[in-house]
């Protein structure tokens, strides 16, 4: 399909997304093919994968051989032990060497494909992490690029697990090769036989594992729905909730249907794996049994030694295993790559939305009109924002409030092209911002968001958004700034404190309000920004500390552009303007003391909301 303005309304319809991003079905060895690119450009891998497909290739044989050489000597009139003793000494030592080279080189190469495996997982990160926002917050999309990381999270399925199958596959193939070419010599239908029994095995196994394939996005929505329900009841934050208003049983009734939908899903499973069984057991009765009855008859028409006839019943039992252990790899080769194919489609799809080429012109602040802008998000009718048109002009700092759920946070994703309007125009420097490159946007903006989330780096690499070439002194203004510079110089590592604990255990821990005033002086501390946008950045902060950062900000937004958003109104009165945002439209515009003079929802949010300030601060905020 043609590349949309607009990706995430586009692919609403499940079945236009299962084409875009599964537009062709790729054949096993295409698969393939593709994943060993890098194992084929390693000669260290190749000839260790030969190396191990030789060693443990041959110990089954070996196996054999030694039961037909002891019972030869065993049988024979000048038997002695020391010949025996003899005999099983060579065989264990080259079965000790075999053996130990084999697992040596399987041990020392596993890394490799490990390694392969967190290389693909990254790029899918990255993909996330660069596709268009409202793919990203699509709950059905995700669902359906679900398996894409399955192939990737573990290392026993998918592409490690693959990589390690086909590894082991060698091994079984150099046995079965070896061990069919002895009973062969018994009779070429052993080894028809054995071929037969493969095919119907991995059929019937290729065929579950499809079957499961082609109903991964049930399962993969019962298994995000039943993870998001597992974190909730376990969430250390709603720990004292669970336990203060008995939510135990509620959480139990809201699993129980997600418990049903598993279960009879695994149903479905269990019934398909019960219909094709019987097809494996017979292929495998009928291979012993055809084996067994012509050994004995050869051994009772007197064809066949007893040691002969040993050996090749050993030979038989350890065909019948290789043959099963042979179509389980194979089958299990043949479903994981279909969920391989998943991450490769997730990899090649483009999901991001047609981008614009041309860079803001100017330097400085820049002017935003939105000009009958309405929006809606993909996938609702609701209209979030409707016919709206308001100007922001150059360097004029301006204050966007309203009540919660009038629109604030979606007009900011659209100001800052992270979503596109569903009709209408935004315009920046007088040109309509889809003509412009999502760099270009991006790095015209500073902006601090509602929700507070740090990564595990330092402080600095946090404010810096670096792990390198970082300004320390910029680092330390932006913090004073954002009055968090006296919390951070009382740590011991100061700046170079690393934040969390997943990685470092002296990992510091910050409040709800301190991680604001990070996220404010990451914002801060980012050069050439053109307009700053603020959405809520001060929400875990009471109100007269919200209101000394804004007025602090006054000596930096000089050259910039800035929009805050608030809900709390005490925190606007610096602004030169304010829009109030009500219903998706503005309801009203102009000055803090041109709105406060007038009836209007801002004069009553306003008095309302100063009581509480007053209450607090000891006179009116």
């Not at 070439?469 to 954002?482: N, Q």
Request: overall charge positive.
């Amino acid at each position: 399909m043609q590349k949309p303005r607009d990706l995430a309304r586009a692919l609403q319809e499940k079945e236009t997304r299962k084409r875009y991003l599964h537009p062709n079905k790729r054949s096993l060895f295409a698969i393939l093919w593709r994943l060993y690119a890098p194992v084929r450009k390693s000669p260290r891998i190749v000839l260790a994968s030969i190396t191990y497909a030789l060693t443990s290739g041959v110990l089954p044989l070996l196996g054999v051989l030694v039961t037909y050489v002891l019972v030869g000597l065993l049988s024979a009139p000048d038997a002695s032990p020391q010949r025996m003793l003899i005999a099983a000494g060579v065989y264990g030592a080259v079965f000790f060497v075999c053996s130990a080279l084999s697992r040596q080189v399987k041990n020392r190469n596993s890394m490799f494909f490990t390694r392969l495996r967190l290389q693909y997982l990254q790029a899918c990160n990255a993909r996330s992490m660069s596709m268009d926002l409202g793919l990203f917050e699509n709950a059905a999309f995700n669902e359906d690029t679900e398996t894409a990381y399955w192939s990737l999270s573990s290392s026993g399925s998918g592409v490690e697990g693959t990589y390690d199958k086909v590894f082991d596959l060698g091994g079984t193939l150099v046995s079965a090769a070896l061990l069919g070419a002895m009973l062969s010599l018994l009779s070429p239908l052993m080894l028809a036989l054995g071929i037969a029994y493969v095919a119907v095995m991995y059929f019937a196994q290729a065929n579950v594992g499809a079957f499961k394939h082609k109903r991964r996005m049930e399962l993969a929505g019962i298994a995000r729905r039943s993870a998001m329900l597992s974190r909730s009841a376990s969430d250390f934050h709603a720990g004292k909730d669970v336990r203060l208003y008995d939510m135990a049983g509620k959480f139990q009734q809201v699993f129980e249907p997600i418990f049903a939908a598993n279960m009879k899903l695994y149903r479905a499973f269990t019934k398909r794996e019960l219909q094709l069984s019987f097809l494996e057991s017979l292929a495998l009765v009928a291979v012993d049994l055809v084996g067994g009855l012509l050994l004995i008859n050869k051994l009772l028409d007197g064809v066949l030694a007893m040691a002969d006839f040993v050996m090749l019943l050993s030979a038989l039992v350890l065909f019948t295993q290789l043959m099963m252990t042979l179509a389980q790899q194979l089958s299990y080769v043949k479903v994981e790559t279909l969920y391989v194919q998943d991450a490769f489609d997730f990899l090649d799809a483009d999901l991001n939305s047609l981008d614009g080429t041309r860079d803001i012109p100017g330097e400085g602040p820049v002017e935003v009109v939105f000009v009958d802008v309405s929006f809606s998000y993909p996938g609702t009718d609701r209209l979030v924002l409707e016919n709206l048109s308001f100007t922001l002009k150059k360097g004029e700092r301006c204050a966007l409030v309203g009540l919660n759920g009038a629109g604030k946070t979606t007009l900011v994703k659209l100001l800052m092209g992270l979503y596109r309007p569903l009709s209408g125009r935004i315009l920046i420097n007088g040109i309509d911002a889809s003509a412009f490159s999502r760099q270009s946007l991006y790095a015209a903006f500073g902006a601090v968001f509602q929700e507070v989330e740090p990564l595990a780096l330092t402080i600095a690499e946090t404010v810096a958004v670096s792990t390198r070439d970082i300004d320390r002194e910029r680092v330390e203004e932006s913090l004073k700034t954002a009055g968090l510079w006296d919390k951070v110089k009382s740590l011991k590592k100061g700046m170079d404190t690393p934040l969390l604990k997943i990685i470092h255990e002296d990992g510091a821990i910050l409040s709800g309000g301190e991680n604001q005033k990070l996220m404010i002086a990451r914002a801060l501390y980012r050069k050439d920004t053109r307009i700053m946008v603020m959405d809520e950045p001060t929400s875990a902060l009471d109100a007269l500390a919200e209101q000394a950062i804004y007025q602090h900000f006054d000596s930096i937004l000089k050259g910039r552009t800035a929009l805050f958003i608030s809900h709390r109104l005490a925190s606007t009165r610096f602004c030169d303007r304010i829009l109030l945002l009500d219903g998706g439209k503005i309801a009203q515009h102009g000055t803090h003391e041109e709105l406060i003079a007038k009836e209007g929802l801002y004069r009553q949010l306003f008095l309302t909301q100063g009581k509480y300030y007053q209450q607090e601060g000891g006179s009116e905020a």
